[in-house]
C-alpha cells in the first residue's frame, strides 16, 4: 500500500539561523528565502522529487545489512531494531553501519571518524556512541550489540538474543 507524502517548502523573507532551524525542525523539507532567484527555486524542488522518488523505490537487497534484530538501509540511511525506526543522525548511521559492516571486529575512534566522514577528538566519538545506544535501549532494554574494547575502540557484537 502506498502512502502519499506532501512536501513542505519554506518560502519567507526570514534568514536568520533561528528561523531555518525552527521550520526544518517543525518538518519542513526545505527552507528557503524570498531572494531566492526561479532556477534555484526550480533546482530546489526537482532535488526533492528526486529524492521523494528514491524513497518510494523498493530497497534493493544488496543495500539492506541484516545484523540479528537490526536492519540497515544504506540506500536510504535507515535503520531499524526488531521493526522499529531508529532514529539515528546521519553521523550516528555511518559510525553503526561502520561497526555492524564487519561484527566482531575492533573499530578505533580514528576509523569511525573516518568511516562516518567527520573529523573530532575522541571524546565526541565516545559522545555518540553513548547517544546511538541509548537509542538502541530505548527500543530494547537488553540491547548490548556496542561492545567497549577498552584502549582500542568498539565492536559490534550479535548475542545469541539479538539473533
Known sequence: MATARVLFIFLTARDNDFDTVSGLR???DDYLTKDISLPHL???IAALFRRQDV???PPSPESLLHRGKMVLDIGRLTVTWD???VALTVTEFWMVHALAKYPGHVKSRQVLMQESKIFVDGSTITSHVKRIRKKFLALDENFDCIETVYGMGYRWNIT???A
Open 83 to 85: 521493526g522499529q525506526p
Open 26 to 28: 517543525m518538518g519542513a
Open 42 to 44: 526550480t533546482a530546489r
Open 160 to 162: 545469541e538474543e539479538a
Open 55 to 57: 524513497a518510494d523505490q
